[in-house]
């Protein structure tokens, strides 16, 4: 799960790096008191908390002269759309005079089993770009997991980027502090670009982290976040994450359902097979409760690509006969307003089948001739 900047700067507060004092306004709250109640004062920079790529570039960074304008600036930026998505929160901070940023970045190195930090002189901008033109530029350092990122290397690195003196104290506490909160929160990234020096002492002016969900679990974030905030995921796929659902948009015309996600992609596989176009992954799992097919129908009847939806279960755990009742129950509650061709085996299956035929609904136990029929009456071959 990607954090916005003011949750990973929170954090990284937490660890003992220090960030611009700011606040964060949300939609429906008035800017100028905030920051009045947070005492700032000044010049103080407004900063969109969307989690896409290129956010200052896009008009997500604004540096307003005074509270009144940036309160103003707060006010045009919640609720207006950057790269399609909506500003719901805006961190105002002090706009921290500085002439110099760097860069510095802890992810996870796959092909050599470790961490990898990267620093580079020049921060601010996309370091994607200087890796390309001026791969000098970037000093690279695998952290080794088992003795994780020692002190005394802070500072060896901190000097070959210029640091000096008090600057490289404050630097080396800060990437141990970028460190600890990488190892504690299972992430995948924490960066800065940039962070600066201020009077001898490392500030960062942007955070970003990516953690990895059962963080979440262990209680060390609080984040909750809506699917809708990172901009990737399409209306439906929105829709289907806030039921809690793990749906994926395709662009055919039959609906899938299946338990697991094997069996989800082989019955994709299958109804490719036969000449037809899959509308959807939708995985509900091994569990595959009456409650979670309940939701299943109930996108699929009005997602409308679907025209028919093709459900198919192996029941191993959950009995045949438990999800037949389930789908029963659906398509009583959500209406049948799209053909539907089941097919179930498994534990139960002939009680699972004949309830779904007292109900008047037709299920099959081979996959193919399924998958047939769901093209067919989708329109298809
Ligand atoms: P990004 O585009 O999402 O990476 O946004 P950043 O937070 O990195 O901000 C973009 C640029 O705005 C930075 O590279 C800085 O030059 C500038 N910036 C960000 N925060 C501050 C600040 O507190 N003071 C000043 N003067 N500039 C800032
Ligand atoms: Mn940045």
Known sequence: MKLFEYEAKQILRYYGATTPRGVVVAQGEDPLTKIREAGL?????????????????????????SPEEA????????????KGVTVRKVLIEEAVEHDREWFASITVDRA?????????????????????????????????????????????????????????????????????????HYADLVESN?????????????????????????????????PAETGELSEWEVRARRL??????????????????????????LVKHF???????????????????KKALSILMEYPKARSIFINIFGGITRCDEVAKGVVQALREVGSGKPVVIRLVGTNEEEGRAILEGAGIKAFTDPAEAAKEAIRLGGGE
């Open 41 to 65: 004062a000044g010049r103080l920079v407004v900063k969109a908390q969307v989690l896409v790529a290129g956010r200052g570039k896009a008009g997500g960074v604004k540096l307003a002269p």
């Open 112 to 184: 050599s089993r470790d961490f990898v930090l990267l620093l580079s002189t020049e921060g601010g901008v996309d370091i994607e770009e200087v890796a390309r033109e001026r791969p000098e530029a970037i000093i690279k350092y695998h952290i080794p997991p088992e003795r994780g990122l020692l002190p005394y290397k802070a500072r060896e690195l901190g000097k070959e980027i210029g640091l000096r003196g008090r600057a490289l104290n404050s630097f080396a506490s800060t990437l141990v502090a970028m460190y600890r909160a990488f190892v504690d």
């Open 244 to 269: 809690g659902l793990n749906f994926v948009e395709l662009d055919g015309y039959v609906g899938i359902v299946g338990n697991g996600a094997g069996l989800t992609m082989a019955t994709m596989d």
């Open 71 to 82: 309160a103003e600036i707060a006010t045009r930026m919640l609720g207006s759309k950057i």
């Open 194 to 226: 940039p962070f600066t020096v201020v009077k001898d002492r490392v500030v960062l002016l942007d955070a970003r982290m990516i953690i990895d969900d059962s963080a979440i679990r262990l209680g060390l974030v609080k984040a909750e976040q809506d």
């Open 275 to 293: 000449g037809g176009e899959p509308a959807n992954f939708l995985d509900i799992g091994g569990g595959a409760s009456a409650e979670v097919m």
